[in-house]
């Protein structure tokens, strides 16, 4: 945001679309990837029907896990880092 807490400017606005994107698209690719790995079996290989909706809905819930830890983790990291210490304080760094 600006200096005096007002509006976004378009370059702020524009870089937390396309992290949005890339979590929301990184999360859809884990997502995939460990369904597929834990209910692939469910449709390589001729399971009882037991077994197939096990691996099924294991598969789903883990992947919806992933996908929300993803988008959590990329979005959390795009956090604004904290305000540099204002000069005339008795920060170190300043």
Do not use: K, W
Request: with cysteine.
């Amino acid at each position: 945001m600006t200096e005096h807490g007002g509006r976004r400017t378009q370059a702020e606005r524009d870089a937390i679309t396309v992290e949005i994107g890339y979590a929301l698209c990184s999360a859809v690719f884990a997502a995939a990837l460990v369904f597929g790995a834990v209910a692939g079996p469910a449709f390589a290989f001729d399971l009882s029907d037991a077994a197939q909706s096990t691996l099924v809905g294991s598969g789903a819930t883990v992947a919806a896990v992933v996908f929300f830890a993803r988008v959590a983790g990329v979005l959390m990291r795009f956090r604004r880092p904290d305000q540099p210490s204002q000069p005339g304080r008795t920060n170190p760094d300043s």
